[in-house]
Nanobody, 125 residues
Framework: QVQLVESGGGLVQAGDSLRLSCAGS????????MGWFRQAPGKEREFVAA????????YYADSVKGRFTISRDNAESTVYLQMNSLKPEDTAVYYC??????????????????WGQGTQVTVSS
């Protein structure tokens, strides 16, 4: 059973940067494609970014393309989300997730099997 723990959230101003981390344990982390999702109050959980198990392929939501970068370090069982040029509309709880599905990318929450507890990101204007 894979366990995921996010960290790195916080309160920042518009235009600032943050790097989120997601540490995995309890399974073969390097075999799973990973994704980041976010959920703002009153809204559904939405896809942000995904990365293949080999770190070769990445995929982004249009809303973050060019500002966010997903990466992973399989030796450290960690996936990252570098967020630059943050906007108030990026405010949400951010979740990392792992999938055992073979189809890639998975861009809906139901496509993921393992989830972290989330980390809050708040961007003030």
């Amino acid at each position: 059973q894979v366990q995921l723990v996010e960290s790195g959230g916080g309160l920042v101003q518009a235009g600032d940067s943050l790097r989120l981390s997601c540490a995995g344990s309890g399974g073969t982390f390097s075999m799973y494609p990973m994704g980041w999702f976010r959920q703002a109050p009153g809204k559904e959980r939405e896809f942000v970014a995904a990365i293949s198990w080999s770190d070769i392929s990445t995929y982004y939501a249009d809303s973050v393309k060019g500002r966010f970068t997903i990466s992973r370090d399989n030796a450290e069982s960690t996936v990252y989300l570098q967020m630059n040029s943050l906007k108030p509309e990026d405010t949400a709880v951010y979740y990392c997730a792992g999938t055992t599905r073979t189809r890639w990318p998975q861009v809906v929450p139901s496509g993921y099997d393992y989830w972290g507890q989330g980390t809050q990101v708040t961007v003030s204007s």
